[in-house]
Structure formats: structure tokens, C-alpha cells
């Protein structure tokens, strides 16, 4: 994609870059001829007697052979060298106006307000007051309207489309979507979801600078597939875009390869994700809005997938939105209800069954839907941040558990509760632990804190600021589902834990195949010369627990010694049974 737009002198030297995709194309201070291979026809059209207003277009080639439209437009004593290689120029053309109105370009020239021939005609009517009084009132007051409706005209402009990439505004775009659909009654339309992946990196690591420079180059990307009056497209919010263009196989195929070359070759130092969704219009009922959810929710599946950009809505996507919206709307009442409940599963030593600890997990005993097991809410309550409402809970009634076993003369063991990655983003993090154990007058070290292997994979600054905080004030940390990232190494070099729990998956692996046996036994040698307690989770088998004592593993967790239970259980079958 390419597109260059530029404020020249008559003579074609560059003054000021306005837009340039690739950047560098031709850099201020240059003769822009430098950009074309003929450079004589751009020689010839920058010499035109150019009239105020008026504009010129050629298709030439610039450097590296493609061919480019070109548009030289005059302003006051300068010109506007406008180049794309992007059908149709229309909208084009009509974000390079809006552009220029938003910059003020005016001032940035000295151009008069009212343009030069506002004064010329002024002039003229002075010479001929003596002669023509009332058609020169008739002309002032002309020219008035003439004002009042540009004015009104780039005031309806600005309202309708987004002030920064220069689409439709969303309300607007809802609303003439409407429309299309009542005047094409027989026309196939899809609604097209865009979304860029981690869009709020950008901003965070490179400024808000150049994140809005983002959104506008996608925004010229986007408009490849507007070939006519029937494709409409908006910035609806951030980084979402949405459009809606008639049913045709080879606009996609085009979009995806125009997408293609703009991530490729787009300066940023990340490497950007964007993802599609597609609702294909079977109802026309349906609010445009709604439609748009649809097909927005159709790219949220694909999110994280690295080899797919495209995904079309389905039948499946609207039930799993359904239910989580069910979740959503029941979570706060349930927690407040008392509906969450603290389960614990044992943690032994595999050669004596000795009870070590326990890991706590929380289970959702809905009132309408019966059990809710952790993968079904955790996922959602994860992307809309109820989850540290819910870890709270858990954090606190876990505290609650091993006052009161000290209080009944239990010597108890210490408890394992899980820190989500977005947990780690809270700043009272610690504070809010610190005060629990603190309130019921245990030490830091009987609370263990788990950390998934995957929350240091997608980000491994913020969490090894906070576990180095923890730590140091004296919590455990375990590092759970270990072997199930891809910085496994890394892991262990950087992060100060204190324990390892091995995926299960690991263990059934490596249950069949001898090599993935040497790697888990290797990996059990490592951790004793680190001072790392290793525990293996997910034992089912009599044969996985032999196996794990040959490897050297000497504590593991699972069904084998006990499934998730209740309090009142496990205190009645693990600490009153064994003595404790």
C-alpha cells in the first residue's frame, strides 16, 4: 500500500510531509519529481496554470515500477502532491480533504480565510459600487450564503465522520447501514469486524502518537474494499472498525492480501495481529448493531490463533455468547449470595501418602444452572476483570480455613491458592495480602501462591517485579502448569519460586514415551539442584505414581489421592485422620 501526501512549493520542493506510507518516501526539503520515474509529465503538470480549487490527476510510476494515481491540487501559492495506489480515489480523495481541514492547513501556508478570489471579487465590486450599487449588495450578500453553507456543509462533514481516521462515524454508519439494507432488498451484504490484537500494547510501549498513526493507516487499508456506494465503513470505538459491503468471495480474498502486505511491511518494532470477523446477513431484523456484535464476536475466536485472520460467524458463537452472558449478568449476586465455594485437593508425599498441603479451587454452585467448573467462568471472568473480586474470596476464606484449624489444635498444613495474570496488575496486590494472613495471625509462608507458567510467557516484566515483591515478604511461590509454556527455561533462571508443580499432561506424555521421561527426569534434577520442591499434578494411576518415584518425584497431587473436596471433608478425612 502506498500513500504519499505532501505540502510543495510551485517548484516542487517538499515543505511538509502530511502522509507517507511506506515512511521516507520523499523527505522535506527534497524535489518531490524524485518520487516518479516520469518525472517530465509531473514537471509538466506542476507548471499548469492552476486555477484556485482546481485539481489534476495522472496514473504514473514511482520508485520500484508500480503505478500510482497521482492528484496535484493548488493551494494559494503551493500545491498538494497527492499519490495512492489504492481504487477508488473517491474516498481517497475525500479523506485527503478531511485531512487537510483537520490540520488546518490554511494557516500552515498563510493562505486567507475565504481563499483569494473571495478578495478579488471583493475588489472588483469596489470599482464598480459608483456604477452597480445593488449588484454588488446582491453579490456580498451571495457570497455570504455561499460561506454560511461550506461552512455548514464541512460542519455536517465533521459530525459524521471519526476526527481522526476520516470514516463514518458508528452511529451514522449504524443508521445509513439501515438504509442500504430497505433499498437493496435483494442484495447478499456482510457485516465485516476489524480488530487489532493487543492494540492496547501500542499504546502503552509507543504512545498514543503512534497508535492513532496506526488506526489511520488501517483505516486507508480498510478502504480498498469500498467499490462502491453500497460498502460503508466506520471506526466504531479504538480499535474496532466495522463495514458492510456486499456478499462477494474475492472482496475477502483482496482484503487479505491488502492486510497481509500492510502487516508485513508496517514500521513498528512488534509484530501486529489483526483479526476479521465476518456475520454473513441471514435477517435482516436483526439491529445493525447487533449484527455488528456478531460479527465482531466472530473475531474474538480467532484471537491468539497466529495462522488465521478470517473467522465467519456461527450458530455455536451465539450460544457460547448466550451462557457467558448469563455468567456475566449473575456473577455479583452469586458471589455476594455465597454461591462460590472453596474446595481443597491433597497434596502428598508419593512414597507414604503423607499429607503435605492442599491446593484450593473454587467452585460455582449456581442456583439456575447447577455446578459451574472453573474452565467455563474462569476464561470469562478473566477478560472482564471479575476475576481478582473472585481470587479475594478465595484468598480470604482460605486465610479464614487456617485460623480456624489452628484454633481447633490442627497443625495445619499450608494452602496453595491460584494469582491470576490480571491480579498481578493490581497495585494493592500485596497490601491485600498481607493484611489477610496479618488478620488471622498466621505467617506469610502458610499461604502459597501459584502462578501459571503461561502469565510469565505473556508477561514476564510485570510478573517478575510482583513475585519479587512477594517473595520478599515471605510467601511461597509455586509455579503452576510448568512444562505447558515456551519459556520453561527462563522460568527457572528469572523468577525467585520456591516450587514447581509439572503439568499433567507432562506426566501422561511421558507415561509411553521414554524420551519425554528423560526430559521430566532431567527437569526433577534440575529443580533439586535449585532447592526447588517439585510436585507433579494430575496422578490417576497406580503406574504414574511408580513411575514418578523411579523419576525421583517425590510429592505429587491428584485423583489417585484425593479429588477436590469440601472443607469440612478434607479437615475430617486428612487432618483429624491422620493425627494432625
Known sequence: ????????????????????????????????????????????????????????????????????????????????????????SEPLTQLMELSLSLLDITEVDGQEP??????????????????????????????????????????????????????????????????????????????????????????DVFGTGRGDRLLMDLAVCLLTIQTDSRTLITRARADTFFAILPRRRETYEALDASMGRF???????????????????????????????RALMAAASIKRNYGQRFAFYNHAMHEKLMVEQKIINTMESSLERGDFAVYLQPKVEVDTGRLIGAEALVRWEHPEFGMIFPGDFVPVFERNGFIYHLDLFVWRKVCRMLREWKELGAEAVPISVNVSRIDLYHEDLLESLLDMVLEN???????HLEI???????????????????????????????????????TLSELPIDTLKLDLNFLRQAEHQPRRQKVMRLIIDLARELRLQVVAEGVETEAQAALLKALGCRYAQGYLFGRPMPEERFFREYLEKQGL
Open 1 to 88: 500500500m502506498i500513500v504519499y501526501m505532501a505540502l510543495c512549493s510551485r517548484e516542487g520542493v517538499v515543505k511538509r510531509v502530511l502522509r507517507s506510507i511506506p515512511t521516507g518516501i520523499v523527505n522535506e526539503g527534497r524535489d518531490v519529481r524524485e518520487l516518479f520515474h516520469e518525472r517530465e509529465e509531473l514537471d509538466g503538470l506542476l507548471k499548469q496554470d492552476h486555477e484556485y480549487g482546481a485539481s489534476f490527476r495522472l496514473r504514473m510510476k514511482i520508485q520500484g515500477d508500480p503505478l500510482v494515481f497521482v492528484t496535484v491540487k493548488p493551494i494559494n501559492r503551493q500545491l498538494i502532491v497527492f499519490a495512492y495506489d489504492v481504487e477508488p
Open 114 to 203: 475565504y481563499g483569494s478570489g473571495y478578495y478579488e471579487i471583493q475588489k472588483l465590486n469596489s470599482q464598480l459600487i459608483n456604477y452597480q450599487r445593488t449588484l454588488a449588495k446582491a453579490n456580498c450578500r451571495l457570497q455570504g450564503l455561499l460561506e454560511e453553507a461550506r461552512q455548514a456543509r464541512s460542519t455536517i462533514d465533521l459530525l459524521e465522520r471519526d476526527m481522526l481516521t476520516g470514516l463514518l462515524t458508528e452511529k451514522i454508519f449504524y443508521d445509513r447501514a439501515s438504509h442500504l439494507l430497505e433499498m437493496h432488498p435483494d442484495q447478499e451484504f456482510d457485516i465485516l469486524a476489524v480488530d487489532i490484537e493487543q492494540f492496547k500494547i501500542v499504546n
Open 263 to 293: 502487516l508485513e511491511s508496517y514500521p513498528l518494532p512488534m509484530r501486529l495481529q489483526i483479526k476479521a470477523g465476518i456475520y454473513r446477513i441471514d435477517s435482516r431484523d436483526l439491529e445493525v448493531a447487533r449484527m455488528c456484535d
Open 441 to 447: 495471625g498466621l505467617d506469610p509462608e502458610e499461604l
Open 452 to 490: 501459571t507458567e503461561s502469565a510469565y510467557v505473556k508477561d514476564s516484566v510485570q510478573l517478575v517485579s510482583v513475585i519479587r515483591r512477594l517473595k520478599q515478604a515471605g510467601f511461597v511461590i509455586e509455579m503452576d502448569d510448568f512444562g505447558s509454556g515456551y519459556s520453561s527455561l527462563n
